[in-house]
């Protein structure tokens, strides 16, 4: 695919993704309560059913590899976390999925990696379903009034911390490359700074930096809606 970031398909699916954040949750803040929860429902099920259908894809395309296709990216654990959070109103995996999602699910529609586009189709479904993440979240924020907790942000990075770890060690035994502790993705993200390891320090750094000032917009924007 010749595709380039911040060409003309690159430009128009970044607006068509900014046009349906503001738009389905505006409308959903003119519902009624049982419709609220009827449309969250749909989000939740739409969100793993993309997943899933992703998966069928690159299964019979070829191109689904288990060190690389497993939802153990931050983005894949945000996915069904904000899933389960629009079924059930979950704190934690609804602060879970905002600091994970609009973290991680931002810079990949920002600055996606364009090596793994084998199709136009990896690239569609590469910026839908990092897009949902973020709908849902925003649903959740603008339609069902969450909010996010006082110390939200110290259990996210303990536990992002926490599951690193985990990451690493399950890295090691497959040769995989999930939460990019071993290799840096191909998106020209400004977060991954030298070669490895020196780039997971960064990493983690600036992931900190900006869950915080997440964690300062939110709760300041939250004041108003």
């Known amino acids: 695919?010749?595709?380039?970031?911040?060409g003309a398909e690159h430009i128009v699916s970044m607006l068509i993704i900014f046009a349906v954040w503001v738009i389905i949750p505006f409308l959903g803040s003119k519902l009624n309560q049982w419709?609220?929860?009827?449309?969250?429902?749909?989000?939740a099920v739409l969100t793993?059913?993309?997943?899933?259908?992703?998966?069928?894809?690159?299964f019979q395309d070829g191109h689904w590899l288990l060190i690389r296709d497993l939802p153990l990216h931050m983005c894949g654990f945000a996915t069904f976390l904000s899933a389960y959070a629009l079924y059930t109103r979950n704190q934690m995996s609804f602060e879970l999925a905002f600091f994970w999602g609009m973290g991680g699910a931002l810079q990949a529609?920002?600055?996606?990696d364009i090596s793994r586009f084998y199709s136009p189709y990896y690239f569609y479904i590469s910026q839908i379903s990092h897009a949902i993440i973020i709908l849902n979240v925003l649903w959740m924020l603008t339609v069902f009034k969450l909010k996010i907790g006082k110390y939200a942000i110290h259990r996210t990075v303990l536990l992002t911390l926490f599951l690193m770890i985990?990451?690493?060690?399950?890295?090691?035994?497959?040769?995989?490359?999930?939460?990019?502790?071993?290799?840096?993705?191909?998106?020209?993200?400004?977060?991954?700074?030298?070669?490895?390891?020196?780039?997971?320090?960064?990493?983690?750094?600036?992931?900190?930096?900006?869950?915080?000032?997440?964690?300062?917009?939110?709760?300041?924007?939250?004041?108003?809606?």
């Open 1 to 6: 695919m010749n595709y380039t970031i911040f």
């Open 35 to 43: 419709q609220i929860q009827f449309v969250a429902t749909l989000l």
């Open 48 to 58: 793993i059913s993309v997943e899933l259908f992703d998966d069928v894809y690159r």
């Open 109 to 112: 529609i920002l600055t996606p």
């Open 166 to 225: 985990f990451i690493s060690i399950f890295n090691y035994f497959i040769s995989s490359n999930y939460f990019f502790l071993c290799e840096k993705p191909g998106g020209p993200s400004p977060f991954f700074v030298g070669e490895w390891p020196v780039y997971v320090i960064s990493l983690i750094f600036f992931g900190i930096v900006i869950m915080w000032i997440l964690d300062l917009l939110v709760k300041r924007i939250q004041r108003f809606i």
